[in-house]
């Protein structure tokens, strides 16, 4: 499982766009990037996932760089509700279980 | 949309009682997990369950922890002598099936075990 460094917190502010990068300098070839989001006192839950360039969901974009040794979660617009905990995962072992690191704490200000 | 269900949401037990918590997983999903938070620390992972049988504990999954599939639809985890230390958010998760394309699992709301 590779190895990821994000940055402990950030803060922002409403209506801004939010930018978390995640670095994985030892990804594997086959290795997917995911990550979660997770808000206090709640289980995690599945943000988005990507393996190159670029993904877009209705909740955020993943960027990815052809080397893959790093990827971007983007959040646009953020609001008050997006303060939470945002994972970082990357790949997978022979049992699927998910590997949470300390994640990037996003605190959204009014 | 339907959804991973836990109960109870909070349990209060006292150090060496055995507790069971319970977990409902969307049901047309076949790989199930237990994975546990204290308090202001990380995600740990417990368990992995599939085909009525463990695929892998980690090392915090010790001799006082069992879990069952009773029924169709019921996951459940019992610790059988609580100690202290075993206070923390416990997750339920479940995916469908393994897509080596998707690693999205579907987490329960956790119940908070604390062990007086």
């Known amino acids: 499982l590779a190895k990821t460094t994000q940055p402990i917190s950030m803060d922002s502010y409403e209506g801004q766009e939010v930018n978390i990068t995640c670095s994985h300098n030892?990804?594997?070839?086959?290795?997917?990037i995911t990550w979660y989001q997770q808000f206090p006192s709640q289980g995690p839950r599945f943000i988005i996932q990507?393996?190159?360039t670029k993904v877009t969901n209705e909740v955020a974009s993943l960027f990815i760089p052809a080397d893959r040794k790093s990827s971007t979660l983007s959040l646009p617009r953020v609001s008050l509700s997006d303060t939470a905990v945002y994972y970082c995962l990357v790949g997978m072992d022979s049992s699927y279980k998910l590997i949470f690191g300390s994640g990037t704490r996003l605190l959204v200000r009014p | 949309e339907p959804e991973v269900t836990q109960t109870p949401s909070h349990q209060v037990t006292q150090m060496g009682q055995e507790v069971i918590l319970r977990c409902v997983p969307i049901s047309n999903h076949l790989y199930f997990y237990w994975y546990r938070q204290i308090l202001g620390q990380k995600v740990e992972f417990l368990v992995s369950?599939?085909?009525?049988?463990?695929?892998?504990k980690s090392e915090i999954f010790d001799d006082q922890f069992s879990v069952e599939r009773p029924d169709g639809s019921n996951f459940t985890l019992k610790i059988r002598s609580t100690k202290l230390e075993d206070s923390a958010m416990y997750f339920c998760?479940?995916?469908?099936?393994?897509?080596?394309?998707?690693?999205?699992?579907?987490f329960g709301p956790g119940t908070r075990l604390t062990v007086t």
């Open positions: 030892n990804i594997a070839t086959n290795d997917y």
């Open positions: 998760a479940s995916t469908p099936i393994w897509d080596r394309g998707s690693y999205e699992q579907y």
């Open positions: 369950f599939y085909n009525n049988e463990i695929s892998e």
């Open positions: 990507g393996y190159k």
